[in-house]
């Protein structure tokens, strides 16, 4: 009889945030490549672009002045995906299949540095501490909106995904509703955190009650490190490619010390050691190709904050259900230029991954965690 | 007081086949794309490639070299996603939360036709109709195979699609379980059907109880027509943007005279007028933007045929649950060279789409059933 092996007989992991499957076809990665290839990126960008509407002092496309910002800047999207009140009501559904629901909200953009040629790789930990702080700003100010259920922080990063602009910069939607899938990670959540998890001395939720991704960090940071999942960790967070990896290289951060809600929860602390890992991580993946690394990346935590303060300790809060992660979705497969298409099979049936999450963590375990642009010789 | 403007006022719709829900901003469309453009579409391609691996007569990747056939030809794929069994059984999960489930089938690539140069847009409607006749056959076969539980047949078409070659072909999955996405159709499909849907008009599905699909489409062909969602309709087959559209000329194609679970259900009448539809969605297709027109397909439907005959009537079998429909998930979105990305808040929160389902479906509407390339002049 055969013994299974991971790397070689194809077989499928389940999403618990999701409920969703992963087909892992390991094998496939012997496949020869024919088809598109990704245009080199622009490299050798200018510090400042004339053209560019997020550089210092230049004009926007809805007409504004960008002011001459040292550090961060945060300002209105001119092309907002959801608009603020008032937002008149959709009329009765013409058919119960055919259902409307009314949506308001606004969209922010959010510039991680003066420089038009720096990304999250090359700025130093304290200039990322400060996106950091903005972002802690914008979730606090628009999820304390009295009208605001759920703040999405959000960047994409490469014209491959779809980023029309290449100055650093992220973006947060704030909406009057949970969008679909943060809405069914928190109800896989609360529905794990309602089940008799035995004690495993992982981190537990609010009244004491299990956390599906504080017991997961919990493992994987236990786990033999060799054959594991985990990427890189400091005091506070992992960077892991989790056991349900769709991306090739995707990778979920995450703190595994302590339930953590959300980024306004984070202490000095944390703070510090989150820039920390964003550093090593977005460096990691830099290197992986010696290419700008291209990714949408997302923060998943608490929706919003609460609308007044209800006086209760975080640990009896039972709203603070959700554990704060950020997950990376990198297209790119082989190189530089050959990614994997997430098309035909995996829109019509299932995720289907080349490599497995433990061959994706140990190459990117074996990268620098000094820029390959930043090397000396 | 405003009053709601479908395509003025940013609001979310549901899907009911997935219970996701799409938001929808259609003032979006104003918004310059100053992002990636796709490279023009490789026009005048030879009639026959000699360096093609699904060319007559030519080598493939594995060795095996075509036959030199006349229409169709089927074969396995030479880097199959899943593989035969036997497939040994993985060992127990380290954690819950880590699980693995063995996975077996077969992965088979179908030639639509000898010539390299043409598509489904540009293929007569006998042709198709041999193509249908071949997604049958292999639908008959490996759904009757003992250990597969589902066939999902699909079209990956355009290099924008991740489609490594374009002589015309689509693919055949087969696999021993059911994948999530037509999984949580199948689950939502059952859920409706025993619902307490009022007598519309509509075809019902087995037992005479509601279908979510006959229902939609008898709604959907009943509408108003200048400001529906219905792009083309014959005798049997309706072709529509769906009220929950993602992509931005997304088609739903499906049967909307009466519950068809299948293609093997198929009458043969409702076999020609398949591929008399199919190729008026293509053609509209590549109209619209005078070229190629990328997407992908699948076919959802029943899982697999009964592995044996059962000797029930069609209509008394509860297992036909599914109604047959196509998806097609096109990415063009302004021209030829500028798609929707779906990325950042798409995949880290919820799909959002920039025109209206009846903005692009009246944009389908108004295009030519004759070919750009084959018109006069
Ligand atoms: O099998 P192909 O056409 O070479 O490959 C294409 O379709 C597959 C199935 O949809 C995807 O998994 C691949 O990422 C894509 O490139
Ligand atoms: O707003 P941007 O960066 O111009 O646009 C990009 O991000 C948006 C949000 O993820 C997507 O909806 C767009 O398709 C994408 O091109």
Redesign the interface.
């Known amino acids: ?6 790397s070689t ?6 999403n ?1 945030l999701t409920n ?2 992963v ?1 892992v ?1 390991p ?2 990665t ?7 290839t990704e245009p080199p990126q622009a490299s050798n960008l200018p510090e400042y672009d004339p053209q560019c509407y997020l550089c210092p002092g230049n004009a926007r ?1 809805g007409g504004q002045r960008n002011e001459t910002y040292n550090n961060t800047m945060i300002f209105e999207n001119d ?5 603020p009140p ?6 009765p559904a ?2 119960p ?8 909200g606004g969209c922010d953009v959010l510039i991680f540095h003066p420089r038009h040629d720096l990304t999250l790789a090359r700025l130093s930990v304290p200039d990322i501490e400060r996106i950091i702080e903005e972002w802690r700003t914008v979730y606090k100010k628009r999820g304390t909106q009295e009208d605001i259920a ?1 703040v ?1 922080i ?3 990063k490469g ?7 290449p100055h650093p910069h992220g ?1 947060v ?1 704030s ?1 009057s ?1 949970i ?4 809405g ?1 990670e928190l109800t896989n959540m609360r529905r794990y955190s309602l089940t008799d998890v035995p004690p495993s001395g992982a981190p537990r939720g609010p009244l004491g009650r299990p956390c ?1 991704l504080c ?2 960090a919990h ?1 994987e940071v236990g ?1 033999s490190s060799e054959q594991g999942r985990v990427v890189v960790k400091n005091d506070d967070w992992v960077a892991l490619v989790p ?1 349900w990896a769709i991306w090739p290289f995707e990778v979920m951060l995450l703190p595994y010390k302590r339930h953590v809600p959300s980024i306004a929860h984070l202490t000095p602390a944390e703070k510090s050691s989150f820039a920390d890992i964003l550093s090593k991580v977005t460096k990691r993946y830099d290197n992986l190709f010696s290419c700008s690394f291209a990714y ?3 923060i ?1 935590q608490r929706p919003v904050l609460p609308k007044e303060d209800v006086g209760l300790p975080d640990d009896q809060d039972e709203d603070n259900i959700a554990h704060l992660h950020l ?1 990376f ?1 990198p297209p790119l497969l082989r190189s530089a230029s050959v990614r994997k ?1 997430l ?3 995996e ?4 995720p ?1 991954r080349d490599l497995t999450p433990e061959q994706a963590a140990a190459r990117l375990r074996a990268c620098s965690e000094v820029h390959y642009l930043d090397r000396d010789g």
Chains 1, 2 share one sequence.
């Open positions: 009889t055969i013994t299974f092996d991971p007989h194809p077989h499928r992991r389940l618990p969703e499957y087909l076809s094998h496939r012997k496949r020869p490549w024919l088809g598109q496309a092309f907002a995906a959801v608009l008032p937002c008149p009501a959709p009329p013409p058919h299949l055919l259902t409307t629901e009314p949506v308001h759920y999405q959000f960047e994409n014209a491959m995904m779809g980023c029309s602009n973006q939607w909406l509703a969008p679909s899938l943060p069914s599906m017991e997961y493992f786990a056991w949408s990346m997302g998943h997950h979705s298409f098309v035909g099979f829109l019509m049936a299932e289907q």
